[in-house]
């Protein structure tokens, strides 16, 4: 009988806020309140406009690493600068 574990580790699992407040808040509902439907949630408008903030944030966050991560290694091939010319 093998035991041995398959596969490897890609390390530690970031933690990820907003999942973990969205179950709290959703146990909240359920077990404490009794209830279970979700449409008795309506983000107010100050929610609204923290969520298009931070979504703002993260899309510039998005671009800055994508940026960081291709820092002209495709300008640098023939096909890359036959596209730099072209625009």
Same mark, same amino acid.
């Given at each position: 009988m093998n035991d041995?574990? @398959?596969g490897g580790s890609t390390g530690?699992? +970031?933690y990820n806020k907003r999942k973990? +407040?969205?179950r709290r808040v @959703?146990? /909240?509902r359920e077990m404490i309140y009794g209830d279970f439907s979700n449409k008795t949630q309506e983000p107010t408008e100050e929610q609204i406009t923290l969520k298009k903030? =931070?979504?703002e944030k993260e899309a510039k966050l998005?671009? =800055?690493k994508y940026e960081k991560s291709h820092r002209g290694g495709f300008n640098k091939t023939k096909k890359g600068k036959a596209?730099? /010319?072209q625009k």
């Open positions: 041995s574990i @398959k530690v699992p +970031q973990f +407040q969205q @959703k146990f /909240e903030k =931070r979504e998005a671009a =800055r596209v730099a /010319e």
